[in-house]
């Protein structure tokens, strides 16, 4: 079964500052990774996808990725209120399905 | 605005009632999948179909749980009978075409059973 492990958290960061989102994963083969954003009460939110090991950076969000490692992470600089929600991690089925593996997410708290 | 949409976004039925969902993929995606999630579990993957056929629905609950694609902009899963177990958030996906991974959710379906 492939696996896709997440800390709970909660993680509660001062605004302002940089959240770090840990991620791994069981599949060596895996060439593709994703993080979502879910509010509460809301559904699932692509915000960034990454496939090549190294940075990937988009505005405020930094996802990293070391295959050798199996690890994928998210970093949030300079941390909003409106940051505050739960963030999936989900890993492409290396089968070429198109399915995904998610995590069960992180909640992330901000604190003004 | 390109968006995929749900019916209903509320449920509320007793234990034994059937219950439809209804999910419209994006226009031109090929791939949709059916997701519940619950406190307890996360996401998990019932069902999904590329081109309207199914390919897994090893998730699904066989006995109870069914899911069709009828065209290219309706799926629909159907739970007969329903249990206070199924109460949960369901929520359909789709993804662009062959290839791609990234999945574009519904608003999802709560579904309550008394």
């Known amino acids: 079964q492939k696996e896709v492990e997440q800390n709970s958290g909660p993680l509660s960061v001062p605004e302002g500052a940089i959240a770090s989102l840990n991620c791994t994963y069981s599949?060596?083969?895996?060439?593709?990774f994703f993080w979502y954003r879910q509010y509460s009460g809301k559904s699932p939110e692509l915000i960034m996808s990454?496939?090549?090991?190294g940075d990937k950076e988009d505005g405020r969000f930094t996802a990293q990725l070391n295959k050798a490692s199996q690890y994928v992470s998210l970093l949030i600089r300079d941390s909003q209120p409106s940051d505050s929600a739960t963030y999936l991690c989900?890993?492409?089925?290396?089968?070429?399905?198109?399915?995904?593996?998610f995590g069960t997410g992180t909640k992330l708290q901000v604190i003004p | 605005d390109a968006r995929v949409t749900q019916t209903p976004r509320h449920k509320v039925t007793e234990m034994g009632q059937e219950v439809t969902m209804r999910c419209q993929p994006i226009?031109?995606?090929?791939?949709v999948f059916w997701y519940r999630q619950t406190m307890m579990q996360g996401l998990e993957l019932l069902a999904y179909?590329?081109?309207?056929?199914?390919?897994?629905d090893s998730g699904m609950p066989k006995d109870r749980f069914s899911a069709e694609m009828p065209d290219a902009t309706l799926a629909t899963l159907k739970i007969q009978p329903s249990e206070p177990r199924d109460s949960a958030v369901y929520f359909c996906?789709?993804?662009?075409?062959?290839?791609?991974?990234?999945?574009?959710f519904g608003p999802g379906t709560r579904l309550t059973v008394t």
């Open positions: 989900a890993v492409g089925d290396s089968g070429g399905y198109q399915k995904v593996t």
């Open positions: 599949d060596r083969v895996s060439q593709s």
């Open positions: 990454i496939y090549s090991n």
């Open positions: 226009l031109g995606h090929n791939t």
């Open positions: 179909f590329r081109n309207r056929a199914p390919l897994d």
């Open positions: 996906a789709s993804v662009p075409g062959v290839g791609f991974y990234e999945q574009y």
